[in-house]
């Protein structure tokens, strides 16, 4: 092959490579700015803000120091790895968000003296906390609306969160937007419930894994009650497992179950899962109505049956 032809297909490539960046970029920033938009309009956010957008040959974008205002209130999401955005689609079908670092401008917005306020405040180093995001989906019209979404949180030294779930029957772009909703939270919460009527969510699981988290809370009870911390410990593993005294006869079985393996998740350094996998593949109107009988009559064991509810310490 000719040096010529190297010299053209050089030419080919760069030139390629020159007009997919430029796609991406106008591309992301457009679909980012009119998202951004639309939460404002709605009355989501007061104001969203980023520093820096940029976005790669494949379409992988990266953001800084995105301002989130609400009511007086702000948070600075630092660093935002956004990859797997289907630009196909006005709303996304795939998409993976990664979010690095915490800033809070005005301070963290715990203003209680619990140990638990003063336990996240330890975490905050001028103003910023550590915490690490991932949060993903995938949205498949065409299987009766069918979004499955993924999220992971991690606060080093604290814990680790995974979250998943399956929800069905529920158009995206009806779950997405917020410009209907009424500015009474009550109100709003029922129109939100309006439009989930007809969804069925079969499974979801979370996942928590102790990293420092229980030693520090029961430390910070210690500290506040001037007891010993082991003794702390053992009043509140006593507390949970014996819970279900309080309960109604026919939720105390699941209520025992429930409180020894909460109990073992004080010992610490555990992880505690909680999964569930309804009945009617978890179609709000079947279990709604059942939920509704078996309470009134008082029959909170169905209750756990129909939500096929299991919680493990391990």
């Known amino acids: 092959m000719s040096k010529n032809t190297y010299l053209v297909l050089a030419v080919v490539v760069f030139a390629g490579a020159g007009a997919s960046y430029f796609y991406f970029n106008q591309t992301a920033q457009a679909a980012v700015d009119r998202h951004l938009e639309r939460m404002v309009a709605s009355g989501s956010y007061d104001k969203l803000e980023y520093e820096d957008f ?60 619990d140990p638990m306020s ?49 929800l069905r029957n529920v158009k995206l772009e009806s779950l997405m937007d917020t410009s209907g909703l009424d500015p009474d939270p009550a109100v709003a919460q029922l129109q939100m419930m ?34 010993p911390v082991e003794a702390v410990r053992e009043g509140m593993q006593s507390q949970l497992r014996d819970m279900y005294l309080f309960l109604p006869q026919s939720a105390q079985g699941f209520g025992m179950t429930t409180g020894i393996q909460l109990a073992a998740f004080l010992d610490g350094g555990k992880t505690l899962s909680v999964n569930l996998a309804p009945e009617y593949n978890g179609n709000f109107q ?19 049956e129909l939500l096929h509810l299991e919680i493990l310490t391990q």
Do not use: C
């Open 54 to 113: 940029q976005v790669d040959i494949f379409g992988d974008i990266k953001m800084t120091n995105l301002l989130m205002s609400k009511a007086g209130q702000e948070v600075v999401l630092k660093d935002i790895a956004v990859t797997n955005l289907d630009y196909k689609n006005e709303l996304p079908h795939t998409i993976n968000v990664a979010v690095s670092g915490i800033h809070f401008p005005n301070g963290l917005p715990l203003t209680g003296g």
């Open 118 to 166: 003063r336990y996240m405040q330890s975490l905050v180093v001028a103003n910023d906390l550590p915490m690490e995001m991932e949060y993903s989906y995938e949205y498949d019209p065409d299987n009766a609306f069918q979004l499955d979404s993924r999220m992971n949180l991690q606060l080093p030294r604290s814990f680790t969160l995974d979250a998943s779930g399956v």
């Open 194 to 227: 309006q439009k989930l009527a007809n969804a069925e969510i079969p499974v979801i699981k979370w996942t928590l894994k102790d990293e420092g988290l229980v030693d520090a809370v029961i430390a910070a009870n210690a500290e506040e009650t001037s007891q």
């Open 286 to 304: 079947q279990l709604q109505q059942e939920i509704t009988g078996a309470a009134f009559t008082g029959n909170f064991a169905r209750i756990a």
